[in-house]
């Protein structure tokens, strides 16, 4: 996986933990890359790797910002070893595979969610004949031909899968120890809404059962994965990675009684839409059951433009009355907004801080847009030439630069907003020990990293 820094990466340590019960051998590899540099100085290590453990079969996870990173690993491991099979999946690949097909290097793409998929190619040993009749898989033929299969179902019994595989985090080799001092879980998968620059909009779309796209497991499946990882793992607080928790009224009120019950002194952290988090009895449920952290998407402070461009149909109205319910009790309420999206004017940008200097929140994470190919906002942008592609495929980390074909000045503007908008913690709630940690996090980020890619 080749990521803009070290993260336990759920959907492959689900993967790895289902090609395990299977009875494979499983291997993964995180590279840490940067905006300022190429694949050119990872090669001893990937290749490393690579005889160490001799695989099969080499999987990467895409998204659209590690795509250059993927070709040259993928052309490099064909350069050194021939008959090694190549496969990549994630939302880029899924929405785009015949950006990853175009390159003889890539032998396979995954369409949609792996799991079964990765389990029957393994079987078929890449016989054309067996591949041919796997769902969901898309390769090229010898004459250069790109072969959709049949689209595969999605997964609906999750119930069915091993928790996840939490040893792809090199960190708890040795102490037990996770990388970071949190226990990262997932109740489902899928999220009901249709968000413009999001890829689920465009993903549900892949499946013939689409309307089983949020699926949960069961209550005491959750509790019992983290009954176990409480055995084997230190951490201080969980936070669930779904898109949208607690979309299921009542499998909600099963499960935090459950919690409530088997971790009395474990705090944990969820992320609700704004429509949500105006329930009070919702809140209640989830405080008792020991909540102490929600994540709200915001991403824009102009109601006009965030419903009409990102079709995020609340209002402000809503989002400010949610803040208010989620610090009537207690909980720490972190933020996420967006700058530089498309023909966002400076009174849009405008709108989006004074939101954020109203909302008050303890966190905010603000994104500088970038589009994600396939989605309904990206089709926008590149049907009226918004996007520099130059820079486009130069970007790993969307919160660096925007992507969109504007001069120095607005340019330069946006990213002042981006940090205008992070910091509001710091004017709201200003103590001196934000300064710090602000300065901390923009070395990590940009100093440390240059100076590693000089």
Known sequence: MFAPHF????????????????????????IIVSTYGSFEKHKGSVDKEIHDFSPDLVGFSSYDMNYGFIIDCARFLKTRHPDLKTIVGGHHASLVPEDYLAFDDVDYVCIGEGEDLVQELLESSFDPKKTAAIRGLCFKTGDGRIVHNRP??????????????RTIDTSTKDSGQLYSDHLPMLAGKGCPFNCSYCANESMKRLYPNSRHYVRMRAPERVIEEIEYCKKTYKFSFIIFLDDIFALDAKWLQRFCRLYARHFPKIPFHCL???EMAVNERLLDILYRAGCRNIKIGVECGSQEY???????KMTNKTILRAVSLIKKRKMALHIFMMVGLPDESILDMVKTLWLNLRIRADAVQTAIYYPLKNTPLYNYCAQRNLLNEER???LIVYSYDTCLDHSFWRRSLIILFKWLNSSTPVFCRFHLSYIWLFLRLQYKKWFQKKIEYV
Do not use: W
């Open 7 to 30: 993260a336990f990466q759920a959907q492959i340590g689900a993967l790895s933990a289902f090609l395990k019960k299977c009875g494979y051998a499983v291997r993964y590899l995180e």
């Open 152 to 165: 595969r179902e999605l997964m609906t019994d999750l119930d069915r899968l091993p928790f996840l595989d």
């Open 272 to 274: 609700l839409r704004p």
């Open 306 to 312: 965030r419903q009409k461009m990102l079709n995020r």
């Open 392 to 394: 486009r495929k130069k």
